[in-house]
């Protein structure tokens, strides 16, 4: 299975932006559909964002879609997440998920290898 190590969270004002990276190492990271999920206390984990073994379908939940954009790049190993528009309810912890699925998934089922995590903060 892929390892995945996700990186850029922090504390930002409502409005601000953050950018999420997570690195992967192990099997080819290409064969692999991507999505980014967040868990806030006492809720469950929840999809954000999904994207093809291409790079090219990617799917959003409604709550990010228009502000948020998750991209990668194959050639070096890396899952993005770029989040506008920052709101006190994105508070949670971000994590980088890795499924064998080949269509995209927003099922949190679906993914078989998953970081540890970065939190990320807004405040109002």
């Known amino acids: 299975q892929v390892h995945l190590v996700e990186s850029g969270g922090g504390l930002v004002q409502a409005g601000g932006s953050l950018r999420l990276s997570c690195a992967a190492s192990g099997r080819t990271f290409s064969s692999y559909t991507m999505g980014w999920f967040r868990q806030a206390p006492g809720k469950e984990r929840e999809f954000v964002a999904a994207?093809?073994?291409?790079?090219?379908?990617?799917v959003y939940a409604d709550s990010v879609k228009g502000r948020f954009t998750i991209s990668r790049d194959n050639t070096k190993n890396t899952l993005s997440l770029q989040m506008n528009s920052l709101k006190p309810e994105d508070t949670a912890v971000y994590y980088c998920?890795?499924?064998?699925?080949?269509?995209?998934?927003?099922?949190?089922?679906?993914?078989?290898?998953w970081g540890q995590g970065t939190q990320v903060t807004v405040s109002s």
């Open positions: 998920a890795a499924s064998t699925r080949v269509l995209v998934t927003t099922s949190r089922a679906d993914y078989v290898s």
């Open positions: 994207i093809s073994r291409t790079g090219l379908t990617p």
